[in-house]
């Protein structure tokens, strides 16, 4: 409907994910209207983040150089690891400070709806980071969700003919939650979960 | 959180609108993701629309050229003018394909809280082409909002000194609709604007 360059940046916005055809156009409008210098940044933040970003050759994660900050730190202990789906769930855990080990990322998790298995994933690379490294424990933190078991299920399989420590992260309430409003799983999972207050 | 590139492409995704911290992360990995080819393209979209496209000067609309598509047409109506807010509300008119005149966008409404007064929008503009131009209905079609009313009543009152046949587009219940959950205000105006069948 639109003339040539106006038209050509709502379709590429609408290809991104969450952007429908309205809030493409919403957002090519905003960019329209904007100062010229904000909306070059925004353009070169996209191009440089292609150039630069790459995925750490340890662990996967997102990184600038050839493996990530947390790879590279030696303060984090490396007889950890926490295997997680995607870099976003490393910058999760990280925000809880409770973790300090290392991590692994999967870059998804088994869907066999979506063709994904576990060739499609980052397993062979852990595999070698285990022949490689002194590892004593490996927490599986992917989603608690269908992919996310399936995912830990074929791990805890595969990892414990090799003598490490496979930890699974807890399900249970969400805290600030109300227990009326848990679903049947989530809560069953509490009760199953149930820890000795005494 | 995340490291240079990566951070700085989410700040700048963030300032968008209807782009939340959390969207804005999706489409920050989607970005990485995706094939440097269509993302090159999406920053080349952001960059040509902020080359390319400039305001039509006569009526104000979006254009590549120094007027806009619908003001060079010749088989448009030249008497009839349909004021409306933004470019985005030409499209919404040209889809309707019961309109065949020209347009002026005035960029906006009146909204004395965001401090849009009638000197922000291009009623000046508006001004000179019916000085210009042989004009002969002005179809008044500001959203049907506080801001877009107020607009309207602001530019009658100015207009009807003028002679200029001035006219609103219709309120009423929205076709598809159910009576039963139209509000107040809508069925209202559908019982003042009723028609004759007979």
């Known amino acids: 409907m639109y003339e040539g360059a106006v038209q050509e940046?709502?379709?590429?916005?609408g290809r991104l994910p969450g952007v429908g055809?309205?809030?493409?156009?919403?957002?090519a409008f905003h960019i329209l209207e904007s100062d010229p210098e904000d909306m070059s940044r925004l353009a070169s933040a996209i191009t440089t983040v292609?150039?630069?970003?790459?995925?750490c050759q340890v662990c996967g994660n997102v990184t600038e150089q050839e493996t990530c900050n947390i790879c590279r730190d030696p303060r984090?202990?490396?007889?950890?690891?926490c295997v997680v789906e995607e870099s976003k769930d490393v910058i999760a855990v990280e925000r809880t400070r409770s973790?300090?080990?290392?991590?692994?990322?999967?870059?998804?998790?088994i869907n066999?709806?979506?063709?994904?298995?576990?060739?499609?994933?980052?397993?062979?690379?852990?595999?070698?980071?285990?022949?490689?490294?002194?590892?004593?424990?490996i927490i599986i933190a992917t989603d608690p969700n269908l992919e996310g078991e399936a995912t830990a299920t074929y791990l805890v399989r595969m990892l414990k003919t090799l003598g490490i420590n496979v930890t699974?992260?807890?399900?249970?309430?969400?805290?600030?939650?109300?227990?009326?409003?848990?679903?049947?799983?989530?809560?069953?999972?509490?009760?199953?979960?149930?820890?000795?207050?005494?």
Chains 1, 2 share one sequence.
């Open 9 to 13: 940046l709502i379709d590429e916005l």
């Open 21 to 27: 055809p309205k809030s493409a156009q919403r957002i």
């Open 50 to 55: 292609k150039e630069k970003v790459k995925f």
């Open 76 to 81: 984090r202990d490396p007889t950890m690891i």
């Open 99 to 109: 973790f300090r080990g290392r991590y692994h990322v999967l870059g998804g998790a």
């Open 112 to 137: 066999p709806i979506a063709g994904i298995g576990p060739d499609q994933l980052r397993i062979r690379e852990l595999l070698s980071r285990l022949s490689d490294e002194k590892i004593e424990e």
């Open 168 to 198: 699974r992260l807890a399900s249970g309430l969400p805290v600030g939650g109300d227990l009326e409003y848990a679903d049947e799983i989530t809560l069953g999972r509490a009760f199953e979960g149930r820890r000795s207050l005494t």
